[in-house]
């Protein structure tokens, strides 16, 4: 694992920052989709039950981009090498364009978009990460 002395390197706190602003939007999400899919296939009986659909049910298979952008991030900070300026960069570009909702999109985008619509918690959390996504030029 690299080195965590962050007292030179402004390119890990922001990427950490990011890491963790992404994987509360994930949590929010993952919630959301739960009490909908709760309310309309079946009820969850268990985390491990949860954690096979989140993996394997296509339901879930649109939040599968929100997972693996963070396992980027996270194997950014996890290497060898030093995170760049420019790793930082592509990462945060990534991040945003990935969390824009959009009606008439596809995948991901049109999921969240419908996320957004349903669930206050979301829209919430969206507007945090879209602060932090600012923050983050």
Known sequence: ????DTSQDPVR????????GLLH???VLLG???RVYE???QRIRSSG???NLVMNDPWFA??????????LIDETLDSDHPPTARDSERLIVAARLL???REDGGGFHRRYFEAMQRDPDVVVCHAATARLLKRLR
């Open 25 to 27: 939007l994930h949590k």
């Open 99 to 101: 969390v824009s909702p």
């Open 49 to 51: 039950q949860f954690l």
């Open 62 to 71: 649109w939040l599968h981009e929100l997972s693996e952008l963070i396992v």
């Open 39 to 41: 309310r309309d296939i």
């Open 1 to 4: 694992m690299a080195s965590s």
């Open 13 to 20: 706190p922001a990427l950490q920052e990011l890491r963790t």
């Open 32 to 34: 959301s989709e739960r």
